[in-house]
């Protein structure tokens, strides 16, 4: 098993792991803006031998191999409208909340666009309530924008 497919599975299913990473992220990059440096430096904290290159390769593919599939039994192969795979650990969206937090398009999942209260310092929407300058670990709503209760 490859250095890669160790640090996704432990990323799919120990979600401890997944938010201590997330928060090395959330420290160390600029803006939100996460390179595969970056990403490399995040996973070796965390005991992961990976590179930037291996990084790289692995986000312009996009894609599990046919072991990778059958090893991360518990993937979500679901991907959301701009493309990028949920679940993923790496610089795509970790829960379809998080989604909603981070796509390109700024969409709330109440409809339309997010709506920052002008008083917040931390980016709330005031439909949705969302935080957008965090990222969603645990869904709170689902791929329709419907609250998960």
Known sequence: MTEMTRFKIAMYNDLSLRKKYLRILDIISANGTVTPEITAYAAKKLGFDISAEDFEKEESERRFSA???????????D?????????C???FYMSW???????DHESCPKGGHHEIIE??????CKK????L?????IDI?????????
């Open 119 to 124: 008083s917040s310092a931390d980016c709330i």
């Open 128 to 131: 949705c309530r969302l935080s």
């Open 79 to 87: 991907f959301a409208p701009d493309g990028r795979r949920m679940g």
């Open 89 to 91: 650990p790496m610089n």
């Open 97 to 103: 909340t998080d989604y909603w937090i981070r796509n």
């Open 133 to 137: 300058s965090e990222r969603g670990l």
């Open 141 to 149: 709503y689902d791929k329709y924008g419907n609250e998960i209760k």
């Open 67 to 77: 072991d990778e599939l059958e090893s991360v039994a518990s993937a979500n192969d």
